[in-house]
C-alpha cells in the first residue's frame, strides 16, 4: 500500500467519529500524493504525515456559568494544539452549539497549512465551544467567556499559542476574554487577537478575511484576463467574512445579490445594502427579516438556496459542508466563472470536483480565507513593537499577502503537473514548509 492510503487507513481507523476532520485530511492527503511520492522512502521513515495528522495536544474542559435567572449552565470548551512547527499555535474560537472536537480538530489541521501559506511565523491551532451566544443577554456572554478563559488561560501566551475570533466569537467575546486573561494572569500580552482598537488592536482586522478573500478573486481572474468589474457575485452568510467579502466586491465593481444566515437567505437584484446588513447584523443582531423590512427590492427565503441564483462568482462565506454536489451543479449550469471559499471547507468535496472538473476557477478556504489569520499575524506583530499601524498599511500588507498566496499556490500546482488546481497547490505550498521545518527539528 502507498505511504498515503497506508496514513488515510490509519486516520480514519482512529478518527471513526469525526467525519469533517476525516474529510479535511483526505483532501489534504489526497492532494498530497505527487509530494509524498516523490519522498516516500523518507517521509515514511520519519513518520511525517502520521506526526502531521496528529495533534500536539488537545483540551477539553467544563465552561460553567450562571445565566440571568440565577440557572448553573455548563458547556464544553475545546482547545486543540495542532502543530507548531513554524511558529506559536494560532487559530479562532468558534461558538456555536454544533461545536464538538472533530469540528475544532478539522479547522486546526486547516489551520496548519492555512498558516503557513502566509508566509508568517504562525503554527496551526483552533478551538471553541458548545455554547450559543445568539439570543444570550451581554452578561451572560461575558460570563461564559470569563469561565472558558479560567479555563483556557493554562494554555495560552503571545509565544504559546494566540487564539482569535470565529463563528460566534467577534470582538464582545475577545473583549471579555482579553480582560479575564489578564485579570488571571496580571500579564498585558498579545494573547488574543481581534481586539478591540483602544486595547492592542490592528486596524483592518476586523475586515481582513473578507477582504482578503475578494483580493485573491481578483487576482485569480486577473491571471484569466478578466476582473470583477461588472460581475455578478453570490455570497452565502451575514457574519464577518460574509459582510466584509460584499463590501469589497462591491467596491471593486461587482454587483453582489444575496446573503444568508443560519434561517434563510435574500436575494436583491439591486445588490446588497451593505450598511443595512452591517445595522441588522453588526448592531442589532437581528434576522435578515429585517433586512427585507427595510429594503423593498429584496425578497427573503426560508432555508437555504443562494446557489441556485445565476452568477458569475460565488463566494461561500458561512460555514462548512454548505455547498453540495447538487449546488454545484447548479452553479456550472448557470455559467458560473469562480468559486472562491471564505469559511473553512464550505464546498464538499464530491462538490468540489464537480466544479474542478467543469473548468470552473477554484480557490479552497485554506488559500483564500488566509487574510484573516494574516492580519492576526500582523496584529501580533504590532503588539510585540508596541505600535500600531495604519488602515492603509496594514490594507497593503494584506493586499500583497493574498497576491503571493495567490502566485504560490498556483506555481506549486504547476510543479507538480497540476495547473490551475488551486486545492492541490495550497495543501503542497502549505505542506512544504511545514515538512521542512519538522524534520529540521528532528522527531517530536
Ligand atoms: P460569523 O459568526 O460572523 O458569521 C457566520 C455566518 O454564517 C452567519 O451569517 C451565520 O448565521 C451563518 N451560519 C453559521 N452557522 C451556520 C449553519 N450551520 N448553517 C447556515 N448558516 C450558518 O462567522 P464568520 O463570518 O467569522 O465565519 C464564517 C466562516 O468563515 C467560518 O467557516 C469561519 O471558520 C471562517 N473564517 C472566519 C475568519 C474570520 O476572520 N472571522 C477567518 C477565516 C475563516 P447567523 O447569523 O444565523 O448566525
Do not use: E, N, S
Given at each position: 500500500m502507498s505511504y498515503v492510503d497506508d496514513v488515510l487507513a490509519r486516520v480514519q481507523e482512529k478518527n471513526a467519529s469525526e467525519p469533517e476532520f476525516l474529510q479535511a485530511a483526505e483532501e489534504v492527503l489526497e492532494s498530497l500524493r505527487p509530494v509524498i511520492e516523490a519522498n516516500e522512502e523518507k517521509y515514511r521513515r520519519e513518520a511525517l504525515l502520521e506526526r502531521l495528522c496528529e495533534p500536539d495536544r488537545q483540551f477539553k474542559f467544563r465552561v460553567p456559568w450562571v445565566d440571568d435567572k440565577g440557572q448553573v449552565q455548563v458547556n464544553t470548551g475545546y482547545r486543540v494544539q495542532f502543530n507548531n512547527s513554524i511558529g506559536p499555535y494560532k487559530g479562532g474560537i468558534r461558538l456555536h452549539p454544533s461545536v464538538n472536537i472533530g469540528i475544532i480538530k478539522f479547522l486546526g489541521f486547516e489551520q496548519i497549512f492555512k498558516n503557513s501559506l502566509t508566509g508568517l511565523p504562525i503554527g496551526g491551532g483552533k478551538g471553541g465551544s458548545d455554547f450559543d451566544p445568539k439570543g444570550k443577554s451581554d452578561r451572560e456572554v461575558m460570563a461564559f467567556c470569563q469561565s472558558f478563559m479560567t479555563e483556557l488561560c493554562k494554555y495560552i501566551g503571545a509565544d504559546v499559542d494566540v487564539p482569535a475570533g470565529d463563528i460566534g466569537t467577534g470582538a464582545r467575546e475577545i473583549g471579555y476574554m482579553f480582560g479575564q486573561f489578564k485579570r488571571i494572569r496580571g500579564s498585558y500580552e498579545g494573547v488574543l487577537t481581534g481586539k478591540g482598537l483602544s486595547y492592542g488592536g490592528s486596524l483592518a482586522r476586523t475586515e481582513a478575511t473578507g477582504y482578503g478573500l475578494v483580493y485573491i478573486t481578483e487576482e485569480l481572474l486577473k491571471d484569466h484576463g478578466?476582473?470583477?468589474?461588472?460581475k455578478t457575485v453570490v455570497v452565502s452568510g451575514a457574519g464577518n467574512v460574509a459582510i466584509y467579502a460584499i463590501q469589497k466586491a462591491q467596491q471593486l465593481g461587482a454587483k453582489v445579490v444575496t446573503c444568508s444566515d443560519s434561517t434563510g437567505w435574500i436575494y436583491d437584484p439591486e445588490g446588497i445594502d451593505v450598511d443595512l446588513l452591517k445595522e441588522v447584523k453588526e448592531v442589532k443582531r437581528a434576522r435578515l427579516t429585517e433586512y427585507k423590512a427595510k429594503r423593498p427590492s429584496a425578497e427573503y427565503h426560508e432555508g437555504r438556496g443562494v446557489w441556485q441564483i445565476k452568477c458569475d462568482v460565488a463566494l461561500p462565506c458561512a460555514t462548512q459542508n454548505e455547498l453540495l454536489l447538487d449546488d454545484a451543479k447548479q452553479l456550472v449550469a448557470n455559467g458560473v466563472t469562480a468559486v472562491c471559499e471564505g469559511a473553512n471547507m464550505p464546498t464538499t468535496l464530491d462538490a468540489t470536483k464537480y466544479l474542478q472538473d467543469n473548468g470552473v476557477l477554484f480557490i479552497c478556504g485554506k488559500a483564500s480565507n488566509a487574510g484573516g489569520v494574516a492580519t492576526s499575524a500582523l496584529e501580533m506583530s504590532q503588539n510585540s513593537e508596541r505600535l500600531s499601524w495604519t488602515f492603509e498599511e496594514v490594507d497593503a500588507k494584506l493586499q500583497g499577502i493574498m497576491k503571493n498566496i495567490y502566485h504560490n499556490i498556483s506555481e506549486a500546482a504547476k510543479r507538480y503537473g497540476m495547473e490551475g488546481n488551486y486545492v492541490a497547490g495550497a495543501n503542497i505550498a502549505g505542506f512544504e514548509k511545514v515538512a521542512d521545518a519538522m524534520l529540521a527539528q528532528g522527531i517530536c
Open positions: 478578466t476582473d470583477l468589474k461588472g
